[in-house]
């Protein structure tokens, strides 16, 4: 938002920046899926990835091999190459669409510097973040276990299998459905997770 002050246009300390990657469409239909569980917009999920990304040393020593000049994170200080070809012609997924998102200031200044490493532009930057956040962290249980409630159903139960199978698909290691649902609904006690009745019933049905 823009007000006036004194005669001259100032943006809000608050103002966020629009900011549209083209991602994978298998990463999109996810992100739509825990919109869907969460009730949370797919803008607010986006930036949580980014954010989630840009400060997480795994996801920038494994985007480090692609950078073309140096980059800074946080302490850590990490020689780019020239000789490196811009991933900005490539693309994530034969099936690609947009979406947009709206991100803070600092978030903002911190994809256009990793933007400038990978001599790429900051939407696709932005765009390997998130595929490569997606990929390669525990963001999305975590994030579901964080944001969704115990009110479940029969549709809810069906996104949730099939954000298992993409996660299953993109991770080495395979997460069995009683686990994942488990961590997402079950109580920690001693070291041990009990589930209550209703999610063993739900955990069976889906088996």
């Given at each position: 938002?823009?007000?006036?002050?004194?005669?001259?246009?100032?943006?809000?300390?608050?103002?966020?920046?629009?900011?549209?990657?083209?991602?994978?469409?298998?990463?999109?239909?996810?992100?739509?899926?825990?919109?869907?569980?969460?009730?949370?917009?797919?803008?607010?999920?986006?930036?949580?990835?980014?954010?989630?990304?840009?400060?997480?040393?795994?996801?920038?020593?494994?985007?480090?091999?692609?950078?073309?000049?140096?980059?800074?994170?946080?302490?850590?200080?990490?020689?780019?190459?020239?000789?490196?070809?811009?991933?900005?012609?490539?693309?994530?997924?034969?099936?690609?669409?947009?979406?947009?998102?709206?991100?803070?200031?600092?978030?903002?200044?911190?994809?256009?510097?990793?933007?400038?490493?990978?001599?790429?532009?900051?939407?696709?930057?932005?765009?390997?973040?998130?595929?490569?956040?997606?990929?390669?962290?525990?963001?999305?249980?975590?994030?579901?276990?964080?944001?969704?409630?115990?009110?479940?159903d029969y549709e809810k139960m069906l996104e949730l299998r099939n954000i298992l199978a993409f996660m299953n698909h993109n991770k080495p290691r395979?997460?069995?459905?009683?686990?994942?649902?488990?961590?997402?609904?079950?109580?920690?006690?001693?070291?041990?997770?009990?589930?209550?009745?209703?999610?063993?019933?739900?955990?069976?049905?889906?088996?």
């Amino acid at each position: 938002m823009i007000s006036k002050e004194k005669g001259i246009r100032k943006k809000r300390k608050d103002t966020k920046y629009e900011i549209k990657p083209t991602i994978p469409l298998s990463i999109k239909q996810c992100l739509a899926r825990i919109s869907f569980i969460t009730n949370k917009p797919i803008k607010d999920i986006g930036e949580e990835i980014c954010i989630e990304g840009i400060y997480s040393r795994e996801i920038i020593e494994l985007l480090s091999q692609f950078f073309v000049r140096d980059y800074w994170h946080k302490s850590t200080f990490i020689l780019g190459n020239n000789n490196r070809t811009s991933l900005q012609n490539s693309k994530l997924s034969n099936k690609n669409e947009r979406i947009s998102l709206k991100i803070e200031k600092e978030l903002d200044e911190k994809i256009k510097d990793l933007a400038y490493a990978l001599d790429v532009t900051p939407s696709k930057a932005t765009a390997i973040l998130i595929d490569c956040t997606i990929k390669h962290s525990t963001f999305i249980s975590s994030y579901i276990k964080t944001h969704t409630t115990n009110e479940l159903d029969y549709e809810k139960m069906l996104e949730l299998r099939n954000i298992l199978a993409f996660m299953n698909h993109n991770k080495p290691r395979i997460l069995t459905w009683g686990a994942f649902i488990s961590y997402l609904y079950g109580k920690v006690k001693d070291d041990k997770v009990y589930v209550s009745e209703e999610i063993m019933n739900w955990i069976k049905k889906f088996e």
